[in-house]
Structures are given as structure tokens and as C-alpha cells.
């Protein structure tokens, strides 16, 4: 995976209450919600840009009170998938 150094002024750091001993961990997980939020990935893509399980992707957007964008045809193509795979 290649990488991007990006500076980002301390001031906004802490401002954001950011832990400064995991801040590319954490700028990379905001940037993956922002992206969510916003419709340009998916939930799973998301979870997978940040490298954090599905499941507690989920629970970090909660926390930050992004809701999840799952309609019936998420719910649909979730139970086709199940039946394709047998479960």
C-alpha cells in the first residue's frame, strides 16, 4: 500500500482532540467516515480503507452519529449473497 505525508498544523490536531501518538491511525479512519459519510464509498470499502473490522467501522460511526447508509436494497443483495453462499 503506498502512503501520503500529509502536515497537518498542531493547532487543528489538538483542536480536534486527536491522539498524537496515533495520528495517522486516526486522520485515516476520519478521512474513511468522511468518505462513507458522503456516499463516495461503501460501509465494508470504508472499513477496509481504515483497516478496522466491519463491526467496529460501524461502531465508530455511530460514535461520531454518522448514520448507516443500509436500505432494502443493501438488505436485498445481502440476502442473495447469503443464499449464493449456502448460509
Known amino acids: ?4 505525508s500529509v502536515e497537518i498544523p498542531t493547532e487543528l490536531v489538538l483542536a480536534a482532540g486527536l491522539d498524537t501518538s496515533n495520528l ?3 486522520a485515516a479512519r476520519l478521512l474513511a467516515l468522511e468518505l462513507y459519510r458522503e456516499d463516495k464509498v461503501s460501509l465494508g470499502r470504508a472499513s477496509e480503507l481504515c483497516q ?3 463491526e467496529q467501522f460501524m461502531e465508530f460511526a455511530a460514535q461520531h452519529k454518522v448514520p448507516l447508509h443500509y436500505g432494502v436494497a443493501d438488505l436485498e443483495e445481502d440476502r442473495r449473497t447469503l443464499e449464493r ?3
Open 52 to 54: 478496522m473490522p466491519l
Open 1 to 4: 500500500m503506498q502512503k501520503v
Open 85 to 87: 453462499l449456502g448460509l
Open 24 to 26: 495517522s491511525v486516526e
